[in-house]
């Protein structure tokens, strides 16, 4: 309700919400409760009443009572805080909370962004100490601009700031500028990562790596200028665009893959995965730190505002999604590819797909897929998973938002209290059941294989992006990382086919920095392609690792190239190149095109190919041995000649293990 009539008299009396004095409460739900000063016009009740907004600051100064009753982080959610400016003492009597948490909403769009129109809007906090830091630092936010711009976007002084250079994505610190290659796209979000220090500074682009200089900041030095995001106060050219999930860490990021697992991801209090400081602002109607680790309160300046993406049908929504504790997005097999994709790719209409591996063999007892997608009109589209088998699930199909929030933002799982529907809710996001149950299409089979999300736009004149997409099994707190590996033997391999004699092999996982640091093994079968795929349960997000390759009767060799991986998957080739190998520890088995094999002869496995292993083959060879032995280098299941003469000539050589 809003009013323009004479002010109310001036009294002493409390204010009630749900109940008036002797009268009969309220039977039923409340939520985002809001006392302005001021008559609201039309527009802006239309903009905010599906939207949280928990701060009197910028255009929304005249709001002197707000109650989201929700916190800005997930712990403890429900709380009956004034977050608007005066900060009114409330007290619950008799109420009982309803959590939604993690839930689907009927009422608001759940994912907000700041949004700044270019002339004088900006975002204010106070200097802090924990928004300046001397060793190492991080600045992490989504970017929506809406045309090439040169402009600040975030600013403390001269200490640090991250700006575009016609929408070139680049830092300053200490007054030296430092600029990557990437050009942002106009109207389109992207995750853009700053990781510096004194003497280097990475770029991360949805959580890729990009760029990576070598840098003389030097120390980031101190300062009592205000943090500015967005713009600044004066003649600087400012943004034009949407900033969403602003985060300032107190932390280098050196691998990809940890970037990567927080770039869909929103942080809270709930699920702060560092020790350091790590601020982060949601931006969804708050401007608090989500973290609660002592970040400044922001305060909007001139014309900037939160984003209405249930009220307003031009608002795209940043791809982030919630989970309620670290195994999101860590537990999902994620695309190693193929991110970020044009809905339709071209034309008006046309799929989309997503692939994504898993290489462990489990019997699946629960399952849960993840999907981001912006697009102008949902009910376009069919969404599918489908099984290395080829069996397919539809997700959902058809689904029309309350209101104009034309995202989906979902887990869906069995166990969800919603199933997915048409007209039921104005932000698809949270945890909902698909059209179609996942465990009573996939329940039992084996989780092994290409998995494939897939989405059809089946309408036209509506476009959209297919951000990411996931899939967890079993529960799984971290998922296994794949490896896809191609190597030979060589008394296995056979050069009139280019291939050779299966067999199995053994791989270690170690610490690039500290190879003593094992993190894991796993086995396989190599096929006669020399294709294997490996899945690997316990390697850190961080972790750059060396691959050891043992063999029955080959010598330990050895990668030479860090491992790292990209989204949970890797792959290496030891045939192409001798430099792939650790001192170049491979023998040349074919002319053209050039192929390389691990040595073998190493019978008694001391990493050395000696008289010893050659007299072993040389008895076995004279007793006619046969069958799956570690004498039968070949693997024609016959210890003959020829296995003594690869022995033999390997000994000759003294060929023997290289080691880091």
Request: proline content about 4%; hydrophobic content about 35%; overall charge negative.
């Given at each position: 309700?809003?009013?323009?009539?004479?002010l109310?008299?001036?009294?002493?009396?409390?204010?009630?919400?749900?109940?008036s004095?002797?009268t009969?409460a309220?039977?039923?739900?409340?939520d985002?409760?809001r006392v302005w000063?001021?008559?609201?016009?039309?527009?802006?009740?239309s903009?905010?009443?599906?939207?949280?907004?928990a701060t009197?600051s910028g255009?929304?100064?005249g709001?002197v009572?707000?109650?989201?009753?929700?916190?800005?982080?997930?712990v403890?959610?429900?709380?009956t805080?004034d977050f608007?400016?005066?900060?009114?003492?409330v007290?619950?009597?008799?109420?009982s909370?309803?959590s939604?948490s993690?839930?689907?909403?009927?009422?608001?769009s759940t994912?907000q962004?700041?949004?700044?129109d270019?002339?004088?809007?900006?975002?204010?906090?106070p200097?802090t100490?924990?928004?300046?830091?001397?060793?190492?630092m991080?600045?992490?936010?989504?970017?929506y601009?809406?045309a090439?711009q040169?402009?600040?976007?975030?600013?403390?002084g001269?200490?640090y700031?991250?700006?575009?250079?016609?929408?070139?994505?680049c830092?300053?610190?200490?007054?030296?500028?430092s600029m990557s290659?990437?050009?942002?796209?106009?109207?389109?979000?992207?995750?853009v990562?700053v990781s510096?220090?004194?003497?280097?500074?990475?770029f991360y682009?949805n959580g890729?790596?990009?760029?990576?200089?070598?840098?003389?900041?030097?120390?980031i030095?101190?300062?009592?200028d205000s943090?500015?995001?967005g713009?600044?106060?004066?003649?600087e050219?400012?943004?034009?665009?949407m900033?969403?999930?602003?985060?300032?860490?107190?932390?280098?990021f050196?691998?990809?893959d940890s970037?990567?697992?927080l770039?869909?991801?929103?942080?809270?209090?709930?699920?702060d995965?560092?020790?350091?400081?790590?601020l982060?602002?949601?931006?969804?109607?708050?401007?608090?730190?989500s973290?609660?680790?002592?970040?400044?309160?922001?305060?909007?300046?001139?014309?900037?505002g939160?984003?209405n993406?249930?009220?307003?049908?031009?608002?795209?929504?940043s791809?982030?999604l919630?989970g309620?504790?670290?195994?999101?997005?860590?537990?999902f097999?994620?695309?190693s590819?193929n991110?970020?994709?044009?809905l339709p790719?071209s034309?008006t209409?046309?799929?989309?797909t997503m692939?994504?591996?898993?290489?462990k063999?489990?019997?699946?007892?629960?399952?849960?897929?993840?999907?981001?997608?912006?697009?102008s009109?949902?009910?376009?589209l069919n969404v599918?998973?489908?099984?290395?088998s080829?069996?397919?699930?539809?997700?959902?199909?058809?689904i029309?938002?309350?209101?104009?929030?034309?995202s989906?933002r979902?887990?869906?799982?069995?166990?969800?209290?919603?199933?997915?529907?048409?007209?039921k809710y104005?932000?698809?996001?949270?945890?909902i059941?698909?059209?179609?149950?996942?465990?009573?299409?996939?329940?039992g089979?084996?989780s092994?294989?290409?998995?494939?999300?897939?989405?059809?736009?089946?309408?036209?004149?509506?476009i959209?992006?297919?951000?990411?997409?996931?899939i967890?099994?079993?529960?799984m707190e971290?998922?296994?990382s794949?490896?896809s590996l191609?190597?030979?033997?060589q008394?296995?391999y056979?050069?009139?086919?280019?291939?050779?004699n299966p067999?199995?092999?053994?791989?270690?996982?170690m610490?690039?920095?500290?190879?003593?640091?094992?993190?894991d093994?796993?086995?396989?079968f190599v096929?006669?392609?020399?294709f294997?795929?490996?899945?690997?349960?316990?390697v850190p997000?961080d972790a750059?690792?060396?691959?050891?390759?043992?063999?029955?009767?080959s010598?330990?060799?050895?990668t030479s190239?860090?491992?790292?991986?990209?989204?949970?998957?890797f792959?290496?080739?030891?045939?192409?190149?001798?430099?792939?190998a650790?001192?170049?520890n491979?023998v040349?088995v074919?002319?053209?095109p050039?192929?390389?094999?691990?040595?073998?002869?190493?019978?008694?496995?001391?990493?050395?190919v000696d008289a010893?292993?050659?007299s072993?083959?040389?008895?076995?060879?004279?007793?006619?041995?046969s069958?799956?032995?570690?004498?039968?280098?070949t693997?024609?299941?016959f210890?003959?000649?020829?296995?003594?003469a690869i022995?033999?000539?390997?000994?000759?050589?003294?060929?023997?293990?290289?080691?880091p």
């Amino acid at each position: 309700m809003t009013s323009a009539l004479a002010l109310p008299q001036s009294n002493t009396d409390s204010l009630f919400v749900g109940i008036s004095g002797s009268t009969s409460a309220f039977n039923g739900k409340l939520d985002e409760v809001r006392v302005w000063d001021k008559a609201l016009s039309a527009d802006e009740v239309s903009a905010n009443y599906r939207s949280v907004v928990a701060t009197s600051s910028g255009i929304y100064n005249g709001l002197v009572l707000s109650l989201p009753f929700q916190k800005e982080n997930s712990v403890s959610p429900f709380s009956t805080t004034d977050f608007s400016a005066s900060e009114n003492p409330v007290q619950a009597r008799n109420v009982s909370p309803v959590s939604y948490s993690h839930q689907p909403s009927s009422t608001i769009s759940t994912n907000q962004a700041a949004v700044f129109d270019g002339n004088e809007d900006y975002i204010a906090a106070p200097d802090t100490s924990t928004i300046e830091f001397s060793d190492e630092m991080t600045l992490d936010l989504w970017i929506y601009p809406r045309a090439t711009q040169t402009c600040n976007v975030m600013k403390k002084g001269n200490q640090y700031r991250l700006h575009l250079i016609s929408n070139k994505v680049c830092v300053t610190v200490n007054g030296i500028l430092s600029m990557s290659d990437w050009i942002l796209a106009s109207n389109n979000w992207t995750r853009v990562t700053v990781s510096f220090k004194s003497d280097s500074v990475l770029f991360y682009i949805n959580g890729g790596l990009v760029n990576r200089w070598a840098e003389s900041f030097g120390a980031i030095s101190s300062g009592s200028d205000s943090l500015f995001i967005g713009g600044t106060p004066g003649a600087e050219t400012d943004f034009n665009g949407m900033i969403d999930e602003l985060r300032i860490q107190n932390r280098y990021f050196r691998s990809q893959d940890s970037v990567f697992a927080l770039t869909y991801k929103a942080l809270d209090q709930s699920t702060d995965l560092s020790p350091r400081i790590e601020l982060c602002y949601n931006l969804d109607g708050y401007l608090r730190d989500s973290e609660g680790d002592g970040g400044p309160e922001m305060y909007f300046r001139n014309n900037a505002g939160f984003s209405n993406p249930a009220s307003d049908s031009a608002v795209q929504v940043s791809p982030l999604l919630r989970g309620f504790d670290e195994a999101f997005t860590k537990g999902f097999y994620l695309p190693s590819t193929n991110l970020e994709q044009l809905l339709p790719p071209s034309g008006t209409t046309g799929s989309v797909t997503m692939n994504i591996p898993i290489y462990k063999s489990a019997t699946i007892t629960s399952m849960e897929v993840m999907i981001a997608v912006n697009h102008s009109r949902l009910s376009d589209l069919n969404v599918d998973v489908v099984s290395p088998s080829g069996d397919s699930l539809r997700l959902m199909s058809g689904i029309l938002p309350v209101g104009f929030d034309n995202s989906a933002r979902v887990i869906f799982s069995d166990q969800a209290d919603s199933i997915i529907g048409t007209g039921k809710y104005s932000s698809i996001s949270g945890y909902i059941r698909p059209q179609s149950s996942l465990m009573g299409k996939f329940g039992g089979t084996n989780s092994k294989g290409l998995w494939r999300i897939r989405i059809r736009d089946i309408g036209t004149g509506h476009i959209g992006r297919f951000h990411v997409s996931g899939i967890r099994i079993n529960d799984m707190e971290v998922s296994e990382s794949n490896l896809s590996l191609r190597v030979y033997f060589q008394g296995l391999y056979k050069t009139s086919t280019n291939n050779q004699n299966p067999d199995t092999v053994r791989t270690v996982l170690m610490n690039y920095s500290n190879p003593s640091i094992v993190y894991d093994s796993a086995k396989s079968f190599v096929f006669a392609s020399g294709f294997t795929e490996l899945s690997f349960r316990n390697v850190p997000y961080d972790a750059v690792c060396f691959l050891k390759v043992l063999h029955r009767n080959s010598i330990e060799t050895w990668t030479s190239n860090p491992i790292s991986f990209n989204r949970n998957n890797f792959t290496y080739n030891l045939t192409a190149n001798p430099t792939t190998a650790f001192g170049q520890n491979v023998v040349q088995v074919r002319l053209s095109p050039a192929t390389y094999a691990i040595y073998s002869g190493d019978v008694n496995q001391d990493r050395t190919v000696d008289a010893t292993d050659v007299s072993l083959i040389d008895n076995d060879a004279s007793n006619f041995v046969s069958g799956y032995v570690v004498t039968d280098l070949t693997g024609d299941d016959f210890v003959d000649g020829t296995d003594f003469a690869i022995a033999d000539n390997n000994a000759a050589n003294f060929v023997s293990a290289v080691l880091p």
